[in-house]
């Protein structure tokens, strides 16, 4: 199975995958519209996180249910996780920290997370 990246800035985090979404998301919530991030959606354990030099830390807001990682070094958001343990627990990658021609084909989906809590192009 082929293995994609996305990388941090300086190169302290990887975030390995084996298929590219079908669609991206882009959020207008009060920290997803402050992080510019672009997410996409996987099972935990279908995304290997490595670590060069120093793990991610990580910022909950609202409800508590999602930790988001952020490079300790260079500040760029990776990733976010589900504070739940349930077995399908969800990550989702910034796809901001892949190369732009990467992802020029892939559908972005608009969420609208600060009213309606629903998608806005679907």
Request: net charge negative.
């Amino acid at each position: 199975m082929p293995h994609y990246n996305a990388q941090c800035h300086c190169g302290n985090i990887t975030l390995s995958f084996g298929n590219w979404p079908t669609s991206l998301t882009s959020c207008n919530c009060s920290v997803c519209r402050r992080y510019g991030t672009l997410w996409g959606y996987y099972e935990s354990d279908s995304v290997t996180v490595s670590v060069l030099r120093q793990p991610t830390t990580a910022y909950q807001w609202g409800d508590g249910f999602i930790d988001f990682h952020h490079c300790p070094e260079c500040g760029c958001v990776t990733h976010y996780t589900s504070t739940d343990k349930s077995p399908t627990q969800k990550v989702a990658i910034n796809f901001k920290m892949v190369t732009p021609e990467e992802i020029n084909n892939i559908q972005i989906r608009y969420f609208d997370g600060v009213d309606s809590w629903k998608y806005l192009n679907d």
